[in-house]
């Protein structure tokens, strides 16, 4: 008696062990053949990523149909550097965009929360039926920069499968500067005769970041007379801010004349107004020089910072 007692528990715990493996409704099973995907590390100004294989096998019947459940990982608002890769401050944790690619070839978005159906049929006989599907993910810019994590479990005919299969993804962090291609003018003519200030034509930049970010000028060339020793006076050029006095522009100390939070994909506009001060008498010339206004995005603390495209805009003059 002791000897069946034995047995019958240990058939009970081979039950068990069996059912973290398939999900069985008394005519269709599904056995899980993934056991974790991984997408790598991911650029916000890339289409998509490498769709990666999900895959199962499937035993029924009579008819059935096959659901996909995304659940983010847990956790609530984190650091910028944590999992879910939500920004410090947000009002709400962010989510890894994923679509699933069926058999057939048809691409559905997967809504964190809401079952996706992604296949159905009848009996499959004996040999059963492989399920292959494909996953893909397409941050944008409004996807936060850090590492991600969460499941997808199948349900077949409204049964959850155990496991569920988890993910792990990487979103860089990515700025992007698209500068003005205009002239860079003074907004008058400079009469030695009439000395005071002359702004510069307002610069116009949009900025698109998935992290927060800073626009900071230098005066990278002081102006001078090509081929001769005039100069003019590096304190004769400033950033004049939307409100205050005007900030003297360094040829050594960069000045933030701007800075936000992640963009998104629709990006920031920002306009900057430079100035040129008159104070005397100065030789006729003319002069040559350059301002120059760098993106510099934050850093993730996991990776740093990614700059795409040219960030590093020199304005001549």
């Known amino acids: 008696m002791k000897g069946k007692a034995v047995a019958l528990f240990v058939a009970v715990v081979g039950l068990l062990l069996g059912a973290a493996a398939a999900a069985d409704d008394g005519g269709a099973s599904l056995t899980v053949t993934t056991a974790a995907l ?30 996909l459940l995304y659940t983010s990982g847990a956790g609530g608002l984190r650091a910028l550097n944590r999992r879910r890769g939500s920004v410090a401050g947000a009002t709400a944790p962010a989510e890894l965009p994923l679509l699933v690619v069926s058999e057939e070839g048809g ?30 993910t397409r941050p944008t810019f409004d996807t936060p920069a850090g590492d991600y994590e969460g499941t ?9 499968v155990q496991p569920a299969v988890s993910f792990t993804a990487h979103v860089a962090a990515v700025a ?14 400079v009469d030695p005769t009439h000395p005071g200030t002359i702004p510069f034509e307002p610069r116009l930049y949009q900025v698109t970041s998935n992290v927060p970010w800073r626009l900071v000028a230098t005066l990278a060339e002081p102006p001078q007379v ?34 936000g939070p992640m963009t998104g994909q629709a990006g920031k506009s920002v306009s900057l107004i430079f100035t040129y001060t008159l104070t005397g008498l100065v030789p006729a010339g003319n002069y040559q020089g350059s301002i120059s206004v760098e ?4 850093s993730t603390g996991t990776d740093p910072a990614v700059s795409k495209g040219n960030n590093h805009d020199h304005h001549r003059f």
């Open 152 to 160: 997808l479990t199948f349900l077949l005919n409204g049964v959850a």
């Open 107 to 136: 691409s559905q978005s997967l809504p964190p929360g809401l079952p996706v159906q992604v296949a159905e049929g009848g009996a499959t006989g004996g040999q059963g039926r492989p399920i292959t599907l494909l996953v893909q």
């Open 295 to 298: 993106l510099e995005p934050a």
């Open 38 to 67: 991984t997408f790598g590390s991911l650029d916000p100004s890339s289409p998509s990523s490498l769709p990666v294989p999900l895959t199962a096998l499937l035993s029924a019947s009579k008819n059935w149909s096959l659901s």
């Open 176 to 189: 992007r500067l698209t500068s003005d291609p205009r002239p860079f003018l003074l907004s008058r003519p």
């Open 226 to 259: 090509p081929g001769s020793s005039l100069k003019l006076p590096p304190s004769a050029f400033a950033w004049l801010p939307p409100s205050g006095a005007p900030q003297p522009l360094s040829p050594n100390q960069p000045i933030t004349v701007a800075s």
